[in-house]
Nanobody
Framework: QVQFMESGGDSVQAGGSLNLSCVVS??????MGWFRQAPGKEREGVAG????????SYADSVKGRFSIARDKVQKLLYLQMNHLKPEDTAMYYC???????????????RGQGTQVTVSS
């Protein structure tokens, strides 16, 4: 059974940065990623990464500002978020699944989420 523990969510001002982390256990899927959901809004895929080759994919809304990375040995997943905007405010979820390793909206396995709030 895949389990997740996310951390790093916080409240920041626009233009600030946050680094989300996710510890994954029982992982046996080839893709990991992050998606987000804000109240009253549709779920949005943020980023995906291949577990073996590290190839990354991003939503257009975060390209150039967010960076996804993984530590294969420690089973850690990261999301470095720079130049944050108020529209980035959402609950961010760590997720895993079989491919494709893209910035997907739907994932079979996900964590409980960590809240990111960006004020203007």
């Amino acid at each position: 059974q895949v389990q997740f523990m996310e951390s790093g969510g916080d409240s920041v001002q626009a233009g600030g940065s946050l680094n989300l982390s996710c510890v994954v256990s029982g992982y046996n899927r080839n893709c990991m990623g992050w998606f987000r959901q804000a109240p009253g809004k549709e779920r949005e895929g943020v980023a995906g990464i291949g577990h073996l080759d590290g190839s990354a994919s991003y939503a257009d809304s975060v390209k150039g500002r967010f960076s996804i990375a993984r530590d294969k040995v420690q089973k850690l997943l990261y999301l470095q978020m720079n130049h944050l905007k108020p529209e980035d405010t959402a609950m961010y979820y760590c997720a895993a699944d079989w491919g494709p390793c893209t910035a997907r909206t739907e994932w079979t396995h996900r964590g409980q989420g960590t809240q990111v709030t960006v004020s203007s």
